[in-house]
């Protein structure tokens, strides 16, 4: 009986084996190369030296090549070579999620995707069953193949902004620079895309399972991208656990379930609906555990992963415990966020303005990332405070962005000043709530005086307003500022588009 | 057996030869000898008290440093190097006999004590060392160290800008000779002399020069320890100055061209001048002397020198005055300045406590926020601590009449009482079933009155800053005790919260 189990199973393993093999798809994965400059955070008019790298993609059909946000940001120039073809065909952007680090390509030549065979979407694979990787990682211009298996599936941070948590699953296969954005097979389906590694720790590569890039290609059905839904709610897992904490909150005996709202943000699209000592009990219909996740194709995540698979708009019906009484509650999903600090961020340049030589820029984990890899050893502690906990201080509250001083453009004006706090707070007593808000006061000020304010500094910058004005334009000139203002909205991506690059 | 023999004769004979062995750069010359009966090796063993485990101590810390005699029977030495000390050996460099001494008396924020041999011991054959006066900047100077308990290493250098720097982490920020020529790693409390008399001692590295205390704050420390009406110390104004750089701020505060002055950025609650001076004030003169554009007056001896090194100068109980205007109007407030202390901060400096104040209750160990806590995160816990905790300290450190200290739940000892809540760390508390705290004694009676009742039972409801929130039932909290006290080998039953 033993021995007939055995036999079972091997031949179960090749049988996927078999039907797996995806060299017999690798006609429809592209080797992508990328052309780009990073965005200067410093000195935001500026962009850095172009650079070249390159990364996979894969046919999903209707001319759309899926691929990693992190493999055409910044682009200013996008080709794709697909398996066994010499030629490099230039490729744009249609859509970019930086916050599921997914994007979706076109080529400028249709004809090159005829005959394409589009890969399908499978669904999340099961723990330790096996998956192959295919790509083209460094080492080598051919296409490349490994087998893994997975190894867990969970809820974690997407490095590519550092900010944003989702679902993803991760394999004992190596993900090396190259494979980003390359198709995870299991049998003829691709299950997952690879997107991220473990730097610290050998073959430990993570992929985006199909639930976030179906959600991802749902979006940008309407034509525009929207984004994962902001949640903005902070709870406090385990404490259940505690029989007599269960008691205080007055959740029924052995009822197993809840997790307890400690924070409530004001941007959160549950502000009003849920509160602070609320405890949630489920959430789209699945029990939340004490630990704060539900069940979900056999394992157990967090439970915002389901919030996550919202689009904007939808409903999300929540079971929540208040005082003793159960109410069943409608959050509609949406954008909230009012800041984009915590992140980093790939618009065509970061939102500036420059006046009287004193550029002014929203903090972002983009301009930390000026101090280096060590940033949060080097960086001053009032930014790696706002950056890292940008909720806890109230300083920081009410407001679309935290706008700092980046840079001093040296001129008679402004010689005196030195940054000791770069994180404004007020600008001639009106609280500084973004770059936009900043550069019409200044634009538009009549007063005989500027005077800004700095958070947690009592040293205010005094300036005789017609005096900057009098340096702004030559001291534009003399730095070679130009232009001289940013102030698009992030969503306006740097890649380049079909039109051309921005 | 050979082997140990062989090693034990070879250890001998290293230490039997110590004082023979003298290398180039010892201190040698006709004042050898008496530096040699003035300068001291001190072996000092500390327990410090253990901030992750505020029941118990860390592991014993021996280190050796250097003391000067100061005067009959007394040893000056650096406060730190003391602190928490239980052990304490002077010797001089060339005698076997170790004198045990003990802390007279300490100044932590000035980071200075002076030591003295325990009852029924005397320091015999020893020189006292005159303090000489400040020197000019510039100045030809010698560092002392001890090697290896026997040797005194003599390093020239120059002396070559005074500035202030804090003398310890209690944030007092006194004068500093920064020297030259002498590149160093780290001082143990080196003396510096110059022409037989001690002229300050090092206190601290920076970019690899000593930064050592001037003869000034030695004396003012040392005189104020005799005095008989008892230590003063140093003061503060409690009101912080800053330049007006800006030539248009400058114009609409009403401060003529060429004419020195500094804004008042903020008043603490808790200093003298609370009542009559506040922000946007603009100071003129300390003492009638005159403040320049940058904030500097003429020192005699340094030239121009912060207006804080003048104040520093005073003793606490000094009456001092400032000439400040108000909307152009000149206006005078003298004030009898009170004693600088770090324990005036929401998060206090280092001190000689033996013990940390903490409370448990259910395994949550609560503790007052302090310098000692965030220097458990080791050498570099400026940037290992906590990054709020941190802020904390750096940007809003000034304690307000109604909250001089911040409550912080530093771990939670797991025990099936406190179930679910065991990975909790370093939040900041806020309040106790309703009502906010601001020391562990307030925390202590807060605790002991009614709780909140709900479900039939009562509870302690904490709330932290970042809106996290623990509730924990009053009963069984006694068995909870015992068992956690057993579990982790807490002795001190006044840990725990008892009602």
């Given amino acids: 009986m033993r021995r007939l189990v055995v036999l079972f199973g091997l031949s179960m393993f090749f049988a996927l084996r078999l039907e797996a093999n995806p060299l017999a798809l690798r006609r429809s994965v592209f080797r992508i190369e990328t052309t780009g400059q990073e965005r200067n955070f410093l000195n935001p008019w500026r962009l850095d030296s172009p650079e070249m790298w390159s990364g996979t993609g894969f046919y999903i059909g209707n001319g759309r090549i899926l691929t990693n946000a992190h493999v055409v940001a910044n682009a200013s120039s996008i080709t794709v070579q697909r398996d066994g073809d010499a030629r490099k065909i230039p490729a744009y952007v249609q859509f970019i999620g930086h916050d599921v680090d997914l994007a979706i390509i076109g080529v400028t030549d249709g004809r090159y995707l005829k005959n394409v065979e589009a890969l399908s979407f499978g669904s999340i694979p099961k723990l330790r069953s096996p998956v192959t990787t295919v790509g083209y990682p460094m080492g080598g211009d051919q296409i490349s193949m490994t087998d893994g298996v997975v190894n867990r599936i969970s809820y974690q941070t997407y490095v590519h902004t550092d900010a944003d948590m989702h679902l993803l699953v991760q394999v004992d296969s190596a993900i090396n620079p190259g494979n980003s954005g390359g198709p995870v097979f299991q049998g003829r389906n691709v299950v997952g895309v690879a997107f991220q590694s473990l730097t610290r720790a050998q073959s430990a590569g993570f992929i985006i399972p199909v639930p976030v890039a179906e959600r991802f290609l749902n979006d940008c059905m309407d034509g525009h991208y929207d984004g994962v839904p902001h949640w903005g709610v902070e709870t406090q897992d385990l404490v259940f656990n505690n029989s007599m904490a269960a008691r205080f909150y007055k959740i029924p005996q052995k009822d197993g379930r809840g997790t307890l709202v400690s924070r409530v943000h004001a941007w959160s699209p549950a502000r009003g609906i849920i509160r602070r000592g609320d405890v949630l009990l489920s959430i789209a219909g699945k029990d939340i555990g004490v630990d704060g996740r539900v069940a979900f194709e056999g394992e157990r995540v967090d439970y915002e992963a389901l919030y996550d698979f919202r689009l904007s708009g939808e409903k999300v019906r929540m079971e929540v415990l208040r005082d003793g009484a159960i109410l069943n509650l409608e959050v509609i999903a949406g954008q909230g966020l009012p800041h984009q600090y915590s992140g980093r961020v790939f618009s065509r340049r970061p939102k500036f303005t420059v006046f009287g030589g004193i550029v002014f820029t929203a903090l972002t984990l983009s301009v930390m990332e000026v101090w280096g890899d060590s940033w949060e050893k080097r960086a001053p502690l009032i930014l790696r405070n706002l950056v890292r906990n940008p909720f806890d201080l109230e300083e920081a509250q009410g407001r679309d962005e935290l706008v700092i001083v980046s840079d001093i453009l040296v001129n008679k004006a402004n010689a005196f000043v030195e940054v000791s706090s770069p994180a404004l707070d007020k600008v001639n007593g009106q609280k500084v709530k973004s770059v936009s808000m900043l550069h019409e006061v200044l634009r538009t000020a009549k007063d005989e005086t500027l005077r800004l304010d700095f958070m947690f500094d009592k040293v205010p910058w005094i300036f005789n307003l017609a005096e900057l004005r009098a340096v702004h334009d030559e001291t534009n000139k003399r730095y070679g500022v130009s232009p001289v203002f940013w102030l698009e909205p992030y969503s306006v991506d740097a890649a380049v588009t079909k039109e051309g690059v921005q | ?499």
Avoid at chain 2, 104 to 117: G, V
């Fill in chain 2, 1 to 499: 057996m050979i082997r140990l023999v062989l090693l034990v004769t070879l250890a001998f004979t290293i230490v039997a030869a110590g004082p023979l062995h003298r290398p180039h750069n010892e201190y040698s010359g006709r004042d050898a000898s008496e530096v040699e009966r003035s300068v001291l090796h001190l072996t000092v063993t500390r327990a410090v008290p253990d901030p992750e485990a505020p029941w118990s101590t860390q592991n014993l810390d021996v280190a050796g440093y250097a003391g000067v005699v100061v005067g009959e029977n007394r040893v000056l030495t650096q406060a730190s190097i003391v602190s928490n000390a239980v052990y304490i050996q002077a010797q001089k460099v060339d005698d076997v006999e170790k004198i045990p001494m003990r802390v007279t008396f300490a100044d932590y924020e000035a980071n200075l004590a002076i030591l003295s041999p325990i009852e029924g011991k005397e320091l015999t054959g020893v020189k006292i060392m005159p303090i000489g006066g400040d020197i000019p900047v510039g100045s030809d100077v010698s560092l002392i160290s001890i090697e290896n308990e026997r040797q005194l290493r003599r390093v020239e250098g120059r002396a070559m800008e005074v500035r202030l720097r804090d003398a310890s982490l209690g944030g007092l920020a006194v004068p500093m000779y920064s020297m030259t020529g002498m590149n160093r790693s780290s001082c143990k409390s080196d003396p510096m002399i110059r022409k037989g008399s001690l002229i300050g001692i090092c206190q601290t590295v920076a970019e690899s020069q000593p930064q050592v205390i001037t003869s000034g704050v030695l004396s003012h420390f040392i005189n104020e320890k005799l005095n008989p009406e008892g230590y003063r110390g140093f003061s503060s104004l409690g009101v912080s100055l800053h330049p007006v750089r800006s030539p248009w701020q400058r114009k609409t505060l009403g401060i003529p061209a060429g004419k020195g002055a500094l804004r008042v950025a903020s008043v603490n609650e808790t200093s003298p001048f609370s009542d009559c001076v506040k922000s946007d004030d603009v100071l003129h003169a300390v003492d009638d002397i005159a403040v320049d554009h940058r904030g500097f007056y003429l020192h005699p001896r340094w030239g121009m020198m912060p207006i804080g090194h003048y104040v520093i100068s005073k003793y606490a109980g000094d009456n001092l005055s400032l000439r400040f205007s108000r909307a152009g109007k000149v206006q005078t407030c003298a004030r009898v300045l009170r004693r600088y202390t770090s324990q005036d901060k929401l998060v206090p400096g280092p001190g000689n406590s033996s013990t940390i104040p903490h409370v448990i209750f259910g395994g949550m160990v609560f503790q007052e926020l302090s310098v000692d806590y965030l220097s458990t995160f080791g050498r570099e816990w400026p940037t290992k601590a906590p990054i709020p905790l941190m802020f904390i300290y750096t940007y809003l450190n000034d304690a307000t009449l109604t909250r001089r200290r911040l409550l912080v739940l530093t771990n939670v000892l797991a025990d099936e009482f406190n179930a679910g809540y065991e990975k909790i760390s370093h939040l900041v508390l806020e309040s106790i079933n309703g009502r906010p705290v601001a020391s562990i004694e307030e925390l202590k009676i807060h605790l002991k009155l009614p709780g909140v009742q709900r479900s039939g039972a009562e509870f302690a409801q904490f709330e932290f800053r970042n809106g996290a929130e623990i509730v924990l039932p009053y009963q069984g909290i006694d068995a909870s005790h015992k068992r956690i006290a057993k579990t982790y080998s807490i002795s001190q039953a006044s840990s725990f919260f008892t009602r």
